[in-house]
């Protein structure tokens, strides 16, 4: 069974940090890019970052260059999102996924607020 489980989210202040973390299991991790999404209240999924399978460098959104790194260990499964200087607009669900099996996470809520 192909699974990803979130988690990391939490209440944080504007200009605070949090690190997401993403297990995934039931299919071979170290085959397969891995992706952040986020959806907010009222907005369309936005893709945050990807990864490729051997890891290097991530691609992200404009709106999170500079501000997010995407991270991933292949002999632990798991993927990471290391975000840094967050915003008020950075609130939402965030979501792990991968396309085997066209597979997502539950999500972790992460909320920016003072």
């Known amino acids: 069974q192909v699974q990803l489980v979130e988690s990391g989210g939490g209440l944080v202040q504007p200009g605070g940090s949090l690190r997401l973390s993403c297990a995934a299991s039931?299919?071979?991790?170290?085959?397969?890019?891995m992706y952040w999404y986020r959806r907010a209240p009222g907005k369309e999924r936005e893709l945050v970052a990807s990864?490729?399978?051997?890891?290097?460098?991530?691609n992200y959104a404009d709106s999170v260059k500079g501000r997010f790194t995407m991270s991933r260990d292949n002999g632990k499964n798991t993927i990471y999102l290391q975000m840094n200087s967050l915003k008020p607009e950075d609130t939402a669900v965030y979501l792990c996924?991968?396309?085997?099996?066209?597979?997502w996470g539950q999500g972790t809520q992460v909320t920016v607020s003072s």
């Open positions: 996924y991968t396309t085997y099996g066209n597979t």
């Open positions: 039931g299919f071979i991790f170290s085959l397969y890019r």
């Open positions: 990864i490729g399978n051997t890891a290097g460098s991530a």
